[in-house]
């Protein structure tokens, strides 16, 4: 049976995952699960005797925090810890992993806001990072897999549901093409769809999630 790790368990998409894959054995590592892991600590024996490195099969990182604020008044403590927690962990983790596992599969849940920017730079800057890392990174192991999934604005997800700007995000829901944002659903059925194949010919790559809503020729 394949062993399957999800680094940051408690969103709604981690536990969509974990629902759908209910016939692989899967470990979970977050700050609330039986397997704690402390992502503000990049050191390289955190990593590897924390996440057990060698141990699975497949490898889903899902973390993510956004600050509220524009990078001008954001503290550098905030700062630092955004870094570490939507790129750092995951980069360094991921470097672990691919130099000593060589059929191991990783999937990193991104963000569109890699590509088009965001309110929080410092969240931007930080997916951008994965987005250019994922892309970059030669695999020299056939057996390998590095792939980056990014999602639009998930209806279902936390912090969409906890943003105050309610009626701003009916009206990007309006005007989007598909009139709606996307559903954790949709975004597991393609993890889950990944995972099963045996393939691993999709690789260093970004999948994104997005609706169509960065398409630009109009034919009316």
């Not at 054995?25 to 609330?32: A, F, Q």
């Not at 994965?130 to 056939?142: E, G, I, N, P």
């Not at 701003?168 to 005007?175: G, H, K, V, W």
Request: aromatic share 8%; glycine share 4%.
């Amino acid at each position: 049976m394949k062993s399957i790790a999800i680094i940051g368990s408690s969103s709604n998409l981690s536990i969509k995952i974990k629902q759908m894959l209910f016939d692989f054995e899967i470990k979970l590592y977050g700050r609330k699960e039986e397997k704690s892991l402390d992502v503000l600590n990049l050191s390289t024996s955190n990593i590897i005797d924390e996440l057990n490195i060698s141990e699975h099969d497949i490898y889903i990182f899902n973390l993510g925090k956004i600050i509220p604020e524009k990078i001008s008044t954001q503290t550098e403590e905030e700062i630092i810890e955004s870094l570490k927690v939507n790129a750092l962990f995951t980069i360094k983790a991921s470097e672990l992993i691919l130099e000593r596992n060589q059929s191991a599969r990783i999937i990193i849940i991104g963000s569109e806001s890699g590509r088009k920017g965001s309110f929080d730079t410092t969240y931007f800057l930080s997916k951008s990072m994965l987005r250019a890392y994922v892309k970059q990174r030669y695999l020299f192991s056939t057996e390998q897999q590095l792939v980056l999934i990014s999602p639009s604005t998930i209806s279902d997800s936390r912090m969409t549901m906890d943003r105050e700007d309610k009626a701003r995000l009916s009206e990007y829901e309006s005007e989007h093409p598909k009139k709606r944002f996307i559903f954790n659903d949709e975004i597991s059925e393609v993890i889950c769809n990944l995972i099963r194949s045996k393939s691993t010919y999709i690789t260093n790559t970004e999948i994104e999630m997005n609706g169509g809503k960065f398409a630009r020729m109009k034919y009316q």
